[in-house]
């Protein structure tokens, strides 16, 4: 019975030692992606460049911008003929009063959507160096150091740490989506300025600004919650096992995109109402 419970407990050490090897090489990897892509949004090919440099935008953006204004020709002949041709005077006010001035505002955000992105971008940036220099860089040491640790697992403090690991991971793969989600918003941004002109399309681009908003400020957002969970979790704690309040900030962590997104989503829908009630009682005056 001894005999058995020994090879048991060899066999649960090796495990243990085994699982704690795989982090601790995983980790180097997990590590280098977080650092790219968690504390700030740049080229991470060459980190020096901005966002926008990226070689994927570089050669997509003109090429949609090009057919944006095509495209936005073909909408002004368009309005012009139905300006000219159509017999309801609400329809031709309608035109004049909210198609032209969109049709001005969608040449300027065409053509110079790319730069408008990578300043939006640069306040980003700035939203989350703050956070990193007011925190003192304790995010960016605490995950290094836990992800680049060998410590072998033993009891619960081997759980927390394994499933810590992979929320880490986790982490990393959500940062590397967000760049190529924001690389894509960035290469439709003209298209979605185009969408903006037609009343019949414009919900488009509102849901294009709703996704880009919400991808570019879950960025500060997370780093202030995850500075938080640390500076907890490197204070002395009653609790007997450790990384519960590290974890607990990855888990807030991943809810900023969702509620990001809901308040955009519901301002939108606030904008929007406002909008038409204007317009009612605006139409109701003229009557």
Known sequence: MGTVLLQGLDQFLGLGGALSWFMAQAGHAVAL???AFLFQTVNPF???RPFTSVSAISRLAPLARAAADSALTAVAVWSAYRLMWDRSSHRIH???QVVIP???LAILLINFAVPMVQGAVDFSNALSRAVVLVTGSQIRASAIAFLRSADPLWGLDGVTALVLFGAYLVLALAYVIRFS???????LAPVAALLFVLPETDH???RWVSLFVSALLMQPLQLLILAV???LDGAPSPL?????YALAAIFIAFKVPGALHSTSFFGTRATSFVRRQARRAWRLALK
């Open 33 to 35: 992606a977080l650092g």
């Open 46 to 48: 060459t980190p020096d």
């Open 94 to 96: 309608y035109t004049a």
């Open 102 to 104: 969109r049709m001005v």
């Open 181 to 187: 989600l924001l690389v894509v918003l960035t290469v």
């Open 204 to 206: 488009y681009a509102r």
């Open 229 to 231: 969970g640390f500076a």
């Open 240 to 244: 007997p096992v450790r990384h519960v």
